[in-house]
């Protein structure tokens, strides 16, 4: 599921209502920074822990220097989904230790109830 449904007719403008818009706020999963996800991509040796995949289709580019690869993979990211280990509705956390990345698919499969771990044994 992408989002939360609003409960019934709730409105952000009735007063009674606005504890339930603050903690529906607080809810929303944060846009995770390119350089954290480069970070956590690296830690993965660039592949997908659930097909063992290549993150990024052409991952193979050797650019002339660091800055250049950044630049490109930074413009593959809509491919790739961050990944809670430990769900945040179950108390995980943001922290990079509760974190991999994923191809944008493999996440949809894994949500979808195929949880099985795909990566090359």
Same mark, same amino acid.
Request: aromatic share 6%.
């Given at each position: 599921?992408?989002?939360?449904?609003?409960?019934?007719?709730?409105?952000?403008?009735?007063?009674?209502?606005?504890?339930?818009?603050?903690?529906?706020?607080?809810?929303?999963?944060?846009?995770?920074?390119?350089?954290?996800?480069?970070?956590?991509?690296?830690?993965?040796?660039?592949?997908?822990?659930?097909?063992?995949?290549?993150?990024?289709?052409?991952?193979?580019?050797?650019?002339?220097?660091?800055? #250049?690869?950044?630049?490109?993979?930074?413009?593959?990211?809509?491919?790739?989904?961050?990944?809670?280990?430990?769900?945040?509705?179950? #108390? #995980?956390?943001?922290?990079?230790?509760?974190?991999?990345?994923?191809?944008?698919?493999?996440?949809?499969?894994?949500?979808? #109830?195929?949880?099985?771990?795909?990566?090359?044994?």
């Amino acid at each position: 599921m992408r989002h939360v449904l609003v409960r019934g007719n709730a409105s952000k403008d009735d007063p009674d209502l606005a504890e339930y818009w603050q903690k529906r706020a607080l809810k929303k999963l944060p846009e995770i920074e390119p350089k954290r996800l480069l970070s956590l991509a690296a830690k993965q040796k660039g592949l997908c822990p659930r097909c063992g995949l290549d993150l990024v289709e052409g991952a193979g580019y050797d650019p002339d220097d660091v800055r #250049g690869w950044a630049e490109w993979f930074t413009a593959k990211l809509r491919l790739i989904h961050t990944h809670h280990i430990t769900y945040r509705s179950k #108390g #995980g956390s943001d922290h990079p230790s509760n974190l991999v990345v994923l191809h944008t698919e493999c996440h949809r499969q894994h949500h979808a #109830g195929d949880h099985r771990q795909r990566a090359a044994e």
